[in-house]
Structure formats: structure tokens, C-alpha cells
């Protein structure tokens, strides 16, 4: 089962900033936080990833709380090509782990002109 | 090619044929994943590899569907007997070892069973 919630859907103006938040209460000292989105008939698309620390890409920033239960991404000046299915996965670590990514339903990102 | 492919990228096969996919995932990813979407629905873990085993097959949906790995590379997702339900996009991604780095996608292959 996919350890994150966010929500089913957001709109967001075009140019301004997307804020797309996630939680994941109940997650361990040694998993990632992943954001990878999906546009309508594509494979899914990497974004970001984080442990603790703030990240900051060509893409987007991920902000994660200091408890590490929520996490929020970031697209600075969100364009109409940006809109897509937003999915935030906890990856878990270790070497006895795989390492597969478990997607839930994701945040429909609609950018509106 | 520099990212992971996968073919073929459509697939029309009658219920009861045998159908393989396929994957090419990017040279020197160890870690190879195979997921299923349906339509409209999110994506559903099939399979894991770590170089050519499969320590986790747990998503396979039944024993109709297997797949292998040879020389730590190419792919191949077997379905046999397939049935209408098994219509859905199927996705492969490749990584390296390690869960800090991230897994990249193909465009997967959209299989449809009539």
C-alpha cells in the first residue's frame, strides 16, 4: 500500500506557483521522499527526491518538514506543460529492500491559463 | 539509446494468445522494474530484478505471468493465455543499485486483448 496522502486534485494560474502537498506520517529514518509526475499517455517522469534536506532542481524544490511527516514540491512558474498526475512515494532503503516504488493516486495538476 | 525502451509500443493480441514484452533498460542500471496501469488507474508493481534475479515478484497477478532477465540487461515480460483483463499499459524502469537514485521510466508498451 502506497504510504503517502495528497490530495485528488489542484488548479493552479498559469505562472504562478504550483504547491503540492504530501503526507507521509508514518515514515521511517531511512526512506526518500520521490515525486515523479505523469503526463497523459507517458511513462512517469522524474522530478525530485530528498531524505531531510531542503532540494532544489532545474525542476522543481521539495521542502520537507523537520519531522519529516509532510513534504510540499514546488514548480517556481508552473506553465501549461506541467499539468499532469503528481505522485509523492516513499522509498524505502536498505540493503534487504528493493527499492520499488509504490505509486498511490497521485494530485491531478490542472495549470489554467 | 540513452534512456530505457521498451517494445513494442502497442501490442493487439486475441484472449488465449501468448504475448511478449520487452525492455531495454539504461546501460549500467542493475535494479529493473516492471509495473502495470490499467486505464485510468495508477500504477501496480509486477516485478523486481537485481542484476538477472528476481527477489521480488510479488505483484504478479497470477501464475500466467513471468518474466526474465539475461546478462544483467534486457527484460522480458511473458504473458500466456492472456485474457481481456490483462489489457493495460505495461511499464518498465531501470536504476542504479541503491534506493537514493532515481528509477527512470520507458514509454511502455499499451498491450490490448480482444
Known amino acids: 500500500d502506497a504510504k503517502t496522502t495528497q490530495p485528488t486534485s489542484m488548479d493552479c494560474a498559469e505562472g504562478r506557483a504550483a504547491n503540492l502537498p504530501c503526507n507521509h506520517s508514518?515514515?521511517?529514518?531511512?526512506?526518500?521522499v520521490y515525486w515523479y509526475r505523469q503526463i497523459h499517455s507517458q511513462g512517469p517522469q522524474y522530478i525530485i527526491h530528498g531524505l531531510k534536506n531542503n532540494e532544489t532542481n532545474e525542476m522543481a524544490s521539495l521542502i520537507i518538514t523537520e519531522d519529516r511527516k509532510s513534504s510540499t514540491l514546488i514548480l517556481p512558474h508552473a506553465t501549461l506543460r506541467d499539468t499532469a498526475v503528481y505522485y509523492c512515494?516513499?522509498?524505502?532503503?536498505?540493503?534487504?529492500?528493493?527499492?520499488?516504488?509504490?505509486f498511490g493516486q497521485g494530485t491531478t495538476l490542472q495549470v489554467k491559463p | 539509446g540513452a534512456g530505457v525502451s521498451q517494445s513494442p509500443s502497442n501490442k493487439v493480441t486475441e484472449k488465449g494468445k501468448d504475448v511478449e514484452l520487452r525492455c531495454d533498460p539504461i546501460?549500467?542500471?542493475?535494479?529493473l522494474y516492471w509495473y502495470r496501469q490499467s486505464l485510468g488507474q495508477g500504477l501496480e508493481f509486477l516485478i523486481y530484478?537485481?542484476?538477472?534475479?528476481?527477489?521480488?515478484k510479488s505483484g504478479l497477478p497470477s501464475d500466467r505471468f513471468s518474466a526474465e532477465r539475461t546478462g544483467g540487461s534486457v527484460s522480458t515480460l511473458t504473458i500466456q493465455r492472456t485474457q481481456q483483463e490483462d489489457s493495460a499499459v505495461y511499464l518498465c524502469?531501470?536504476?542504479?543499485?541503491?534506493?537514493?537514485?532515481?528509477?527512470?521510466f520507458g514509454q511502455g508498451t499499451r498491450l490490448t486483448v480482444v
Open positions: 508514518t515514515i521511517s529514518g531511512n526512506e526518500y
Open positions: 546501460s549500467g542500471h542493475t535494479a
Open positions: 524502469a531501470s536504476s542504479l543499485a541503491g534506493t537514493a537514485t532515481e528509477a527512470f
Open positions: 512515494i516513499v522509498r524505502s532503503a536498505g540493503s534487504s529492500n528493493t527499492g520499488k516504488l509504490i
Open positions: 530484478f537485481q542484476g538477472n534475479s528476481a527477489p521480488d
